[in-house]
């Protein structure tokens, strides 16, 4: 009989069976006679419960690990998971996340659960130096730590994997697989038994184990502003910290929550220890060199390297992709944008998105729709511009634009109020866009591709595409003003205006000085806005257009009556109504008889002011324009209540929020809860604080100023 059980017998006389873990060949005789001498002798200096070493592998923990709180629990609560096979968590994230520090941070934190040891192996699935560990050469390794003689480490792969398996089979052992190419090279690596756990970090997925071994997945993203703001405190000290808070703070926005970057900034404000940190912010500051400040002086220490790991592994395809994103205006993008950027189909554009996703350099934060981590979109930005030429840089950036322009056209014929004036001309049909049938559709796109929408206006004027420049902006201007967004609505207006100019496109030129002035008006600007509205009547007088000038004389009364200068509001008023109904521009018909309602209103001549505004309002009606319609049932409303016609203020006020209410205008829904409030409040019926609340949480929402007034009116209300 031959043995080793890495520990003296415990019985007194050799018994004829084998239990333990055996090395090499066992013959095992029926029956034993004569004398028996037994050699036994020990393995390693520092046996496992079984017999063999119990290794300590893993690397010192993180010095300055922060938050992750939740990921933590994740990976705690993973060892309570049933099953019969090694608990396997994988920890994904892009590189630079953070994922070897959470690992090593959990597990020097739980090493009472592993008595038997820790193995650790840095499988170089991502790495400078060359291609991925083989598991063959990792299983080796392991061998070795577990205490098996070089000899007796079988050549063949598979029966080298069964022997690990044998001996990690019952221990309770923590394995951790570190940078893992994909799931195949971690397979292998897998502990035998079911009282193990494992723990690989990767900057793929690694779906195949978590379908094959039941794997969890924790995911990590960038770190809060909070624990960012912890990690620097760490690094740098509190006191540091708190003597320049802003330039904190800056710090905190520019590493984008990336903890490798965090780390780089500190060390090179740990460097220059008399040095403010805003010199370090400064470094940071042009985000087409951002990455340069954030290079410690070798590869392991250089975001863009650290990213460079990932890119280089890419198919062709999605490394094309990837590029071209760092063009891409705005924070993410949804799926038929990326097809445009491609310039391929929306099927062809998926597999090449699900890739990036894989790899963690894109992700997908809800269906179909995509972005990327602040500093991958720079190292992006960077790539296409080193590899890709100007003609194609130029071309991509007209298909988004393109694309961008075309869906706000078909969301603004949407949207629950008149248009008229121009129609907007990109350069090429996208290949999709998505489907868009209702008001509801078109202001749900709007608000979601918000800052894209902006951030395309602002890029089309940067490159010099004048045409995109104002037409963004021009079919972007009603979504705002629905919502009482003057200042966004000011902004890109001025940009549009200035692309028009450049043009020489006085229809362009016409639509962006009335936006701006109508921006201003809403505003409270009232002087400026009677400036930009001349120009505009100024324009439309040399182009002839008679809708354009009707449009333009009747808005430069709403500024006048706002200035107090009435009479010539009032006259304005009638020419405009003349000049609209000459040219059959009814809606401008409509606008300048619901505001002419208001001047007379306001100059107590109640009889004729009634009559504007139900003429306003027949009009609206006809055109389908609801939110005419809705504003100046509103208005008609408090009329009605002021002469004393209290049944029609109430029906009027209702049937404005019934009209409200299927449209998709937060700004005019409250409008409407506000006016019945009103109502309601003056003739001492029930309701009028439900209506104020309903109207705070719309304009709140929009953070409008009508919010603090309806505040104050609930107060009141209330006491």
């Not at 500190?266 to 040095?275: G, H, I, K, M, T």
């Not at 042009?286 to 410690?296: M, V």
């Not at 071309?395 to 014929?413: E, G, K, N, P």
Request: charged share 25%; hydrophobic share 40%; proline share 6%.
């Amino acid at each position: 009989m031959a043995r080793d059980t890495g520990r003296p017998p415990r019985h007194p006389h050799p018994t004829n069976a084998v239990d333990g873990v055996v090395h090499g060949v066992v013959l095992q005789a029926e029956t034993v006679t004569g004398g028996i001498h037994h050699h036994w002798t020990p393995v390693a200096a520092t046996p496992g419960p079984r017999g063999t070493p119990s290794p300590r592998q893993l690397p010192s923990p993180p010095a300055s690990f922060t938050g992750r709180r939740r990921e933590l629990d994740l990976l705690t609560g993973a060892l309570d998971r049933p099953g019969g096979t090694a608990v396997v968590s994988v920890i994904g994230g892009a590189g630079g996340m953070g994922k070897t520090w959470l690992t090593l941070h959990w597990a020097h934190r739980h090493l009472d659960r592993f008595p038997d040891g820790q193995l650790f192996a840095d499988l170089r699935g991502f790495d400078p130096s060359g291609e991925p560990l083989s598991p063959t050469a990792v299983v080796c390794g392991f061998l070795h730590a577990l205490g098996v003689p070089s000899s007796e480490i079988p050549a063949e792969p598979d029966a080298r994997v069964g022997l690990y398996r044998t001996l990690t089979a019952g221990r309770r052992l923590l394995v951790v697989l570190d940078n893992a190419a994909d799931a195949a090279q971690v397979a292998p690596l897998l502990p035998g038994g079911s009282s193990s756990v494992v723990l690989v970090t990767s900057r793929y997925h690694l779906a195949g184990l978590v379908v094959a071994n039941g794997a969890g997945r924790v995911e990590l993203d960038a770190l809060t502003d909070a624990e960012s703001r912890e990690l620097l405190t760490r690094h740098l000290g509190a006191e540091r910290v708190a003597r320049e808070p802003r330039a904190v703070d800056e710090l905190v926005d520019r590493c984008s929550g990336l903890p490798l970057a965090l780390s780089i900034a500190s060390a090179r404000a740990l460097d220059n220890p008399d040095f403010p940190l805003r010199a370090v912010v400064g470094e940071l500051a042009d985000e087409q060199t951002r990455l340069d400040g954030l290079d410690g002086g070798d590869d392991a220490t250089s975001v863009r390297a650290v990213f460079s790991w990932s890119y280089r592994r890419l198919a062709p395809g999605a490394a094309r992709l990837f590029r071209l994103l760092g063009l891409h205006p705005g924070p993410d993008l949804q799926v038929h944008a990326a097809a445009c950027l491609a310039d391929v189909p929306v099927h062809e554009v998926r597999p090449v998105l699900r890739e990036l996703c894989r790899a963690h350099l894109v992700a997908e934060r809800s269906p179909d729709r995509f972005s990327s981590h602040d500093l991958l979109r720079a190292y992006a930005a960077e790539l296409v511009l080193g590899v890709d030429g100007e003609a194609e840089r130029r071309s991509a950036t007209t298909r988004v634009l393109d694309y961008y322009l075309h869906c706000a056209d078909l969301a603004d014929a949407l949207l629950p109020t008149a248009r008229s004036g121009p129609p907007v001309t990109p350069g090429r049909r996208p290949r999709s866009a998505p489907a868009l049938s209702a008001a509801a559709d078109a202001s749900e796109w709007f608000t979601t591709e918000r800052a894209n929408l902006v951030a395309a206006a602002e890029l089309a004027s940067a490159q010099g595409l004048l045409v995109h420049a104002w037409q963004l902006p021009y079919r972007l201007s009603r979504y705002f003003w629905l919502r009482a967004d003057h200042e966004t609505l000011l902004g890109v207006t001025e940009a549009g205006l200035a692309a028009a100019t450049r043009l020489g496109d006085d229809d362009g030129r016409f639509a962006m000085l009335f936006n701006r002035g109508v921006a201003l008006q809403q505003g409270g600007r009232p002087e400026q806005a009677l400036s930009s509205l001349r120009e505009a009547l100024e324009v439309a007088r040399t182009t002839g257009d008679p809708e354009q000038r009707a449009r333009a004389v009747g808005t430069t009364a709403d500024a006048l009556q706002a200035l107090g200068r009435n009479g010539e509001a009032e006259a304005h008023y009638r020419e405009a109504i003349r000049l609209s109904r000459a040219a059959g521009a009814r809606w401008a018909e409509a606008n300048a008889h619901h505001n002419s309602g208001l001047s007379r209103w306001e100059a107590a001549r109640h009889a004729d002011a009634e009559r504007s505004l139900r003429r306003a309002l027949r009009l609206y009606r006809e055109l389908g324009d609801r939110c005419g319609e809705t504003r100046c049932r509103a208005d008609l409303a408090l009329l009605l209540l002021e002469v004393g016609e209290h049944g029609a203020a109430l029906r009027n006020a209702r049937a404005a929020l019934t009209t409200a209410a299927g449209m998709a205008s937060p700004y005019y829904r409250g409008m409407a809860h506000d006016r019945l409030a009103v109502v309601l409040h003056r003739l001492d019926l029930p309701g009028a604080v439900e209506h104020w609340e309903e109207a705070l949480a719309l304009f709140s929402e929009l953070d409008a100023p009508e919010a603090e007034r309806v505040r104050a009116r609930l107060a009141r209300t209330r006491r």
